[in-house]
């Protein structure tokens, strides 16, 4: 079975441009959480969805979108992007067993997209 | 709220010996799951192993292993038997029933000395 797939691996951008970030879940996955990744604050989770709906967010300014498609692929969106959103940006793909949120539900992660802004 | 400590920044250990990693965790959840993920210099994050509030046993996946003390809120990280490729960053995690979102400690950087 194939892992999750994340596209581009590598993105540099200039302040104030906006970025588009794509996740292909591990097949029959359809729950895709996304986290950011940096030194300073170390892993924080940003949002989560499930069969196309956002189930989940984490404390991030609403710069920060995403969605989900009906093949459970999702993809998240940064606007006016600021110097400190330089990170790495992993998703994570989980069954969703019984209707998700089951703390047995392991997440599995993509190799992540390391995006720098200048 | 919930929250993950991992109090060794870094830890050196020589190779084929066994290492503890530490984790200790808060929550006033009565379900939850615990994790531990590898990241390698790559970035990508490798899931380890996985143990559940309620499971009586404490879990094991080839060299790593689960010590798993409830009552002490603690989740520590064997691994037997280390080798030069156990060298990465190691991640506790955790979510609680209801909620897909995995809260993570800061790391612990291993490295295995030859």
């Known amino acids: 079975k194939a892992g999750v797939t994340q596209t581009p691996r590598y993105l540099i951008k200039t302040r104030g441009q906006q970025v588009t970030l794509s996740c292909s879940p591990i097949?029959?996955?359809?729950?895709v959480s996304w986290y950011q990744q940096t030194p300073g604050q170390g892993l924080q989770f940003l949002f989560e969805y499930f069969s196309e709906t956002q189930r989940n967010k984490g404390n991030f300014p609403g710069r920060f979108s995403g969605r989900q498609f009906s093949n459970s692929r999702s993809e998240m969106n940064v606007s006016t992007l600021e110097l400190g959103d330089s990170a790495l940006y992993l998703c994570a793909s989980s069954s969703g067993l019984a209707g998700g949120n089951a703390p047995t539900d392991t997440q599995y992660f993509g190799p992540g997209t390391r995006l720098t802004v200048l | 709220a919930q929250k993950i400590t991992q109090t060794q920044p870094g830890m050196f250990v020589q190779e084929k010996e066994a290492v503890t990693l530490d984790c200790t965790y808060d929550t006033s959840d009565p379900s939850y799951g615990l994790f531990w993920y590898k990241q390698p210099s790559s970035g990508e994050m490798i899931f380890l192993i996985y143990?559940?509030?309620?499971?009586?046993q404490n879990a094991t996946e080839g060299r790593y292993s689960l010590n798993f003390q409830k009552a002490r809120k603690s989740a520590n990280l064997v691994i037997s038997a280390s080798q030069l490729g156990d060298s990465a960053m190691y991640f506790c995690?955790?979510?609680?029933?209801?909620?897909?979102?995995?809260?993570f400690g800061t790391g612990t950087r291993l490295t295995i000395i030859p």
């Open positions: 097949s029959g996955h359809r729950s």
């Open positions: 143990q559940g509030s309620y499971d009586q």
């Open positions: 995690a955790m979510k609680r029933t209801g909620n897909e979102k995995l809260t």
